[in-house]
Structure formats: C-alpha cells, structure tokens
C-alpha cells in the first residue's frame, strides 16, 4: 500500500492550492473506509484538516471550516484536498492517510498514512 501526496508549494496568503494523494495497492471504493488529511507545523502538534468517509460524508476541522473542500476520483484513485483563502498559519507538511477497516473516526484509527507534501504560506 502506497500514499503519495503532491501540490503543494509556496504561496502567498489568500492563494489556493490542491493537493493530491494518490493511493495505490489499495482500491478506494471496496478497501478503504476512511481517508484523511492531516497536517504538522514545525513545533506544533500534528493536527487534523478533515476526512472522507466511504460513504462520501466529510468532516472538516474548524480551522479550515469554509476554506477546505475533500473530494475523490475513484477512477483515478486519489484523494483531493483544495485549500482556498490560504493563512500563514496553514505552512505546514500535509500527510493524507487512509483507514481500510471498518468505521471512520475524522481524526484517528488510520491505518497508513503517506510521507507528506510541505505548504509554505506567505
């Protein structure tokens, strides 16, 4: 099983950006029941952004509330994140992370997670 995320970058604040996961060895619609992003700012505390759950219920931190939309392509097996109306407080490395058994608790049990995409705001 493979996360691999990518999109992010530099920005300046009240930017955009999409970031993408791509999960392999996994099929989104059959093995996975919850995926997620999360992010960890330098000092910080690893803190939830939102998730999706199988049924294509999402949950958003109130950090991110009306910035953030999670969406997925099963076809193409990656998991979206669009952050809009970008803070500097949003730099941080951005993990997505799945869940293949059942359940979906937004901000934890998540089974594999991948090795991150840095967002930088300034």
């Known amino acids: 099983v493979q996360l691999v995320e990518s999109g992010g970058g530099s920005v300046q604040a009240g930017g955009s950006l999409r970031l993408s996961c791509v999960v392999s060895?996994?099929?989104?619609?059959?093995?996975?029941?919850?995926m997620g992003w999360f992010r960890q700012a330098p000092g910080k505390e690893h803190e939830g952004v939102g998730s999706?759950?199988?049924?294509?219920?999402?949950v958003r931190a109130d950090s991110v509330m009306g910035r953030a939309t999670i969406s997925q392509d099963s076809a193409k097996s990656t998991l979206y994140l669009q952050l809009n109306s970008l803070k500097p407080e949003d730099t941080a490395m951005y993990y997505c992370?799945?869940?293949?058994?059942?359940?979906?608790?937004?901000?934890?049990?998540?089974?594999?997670w991948g090795q991150g995409t840095q967002v930088t705001v300034s």
């Open positions: 999706l759950d199988s049924d294509g219920g999402t």
């Open positions: 060895g996994y099929t989104i619609n059959s093995d996975i029941y919850c």
């Open positions: 992370a799945a869940r293949n058994l059942p359940g979906c608790n937004a901000w934890s049990g998540f089974n594999d």
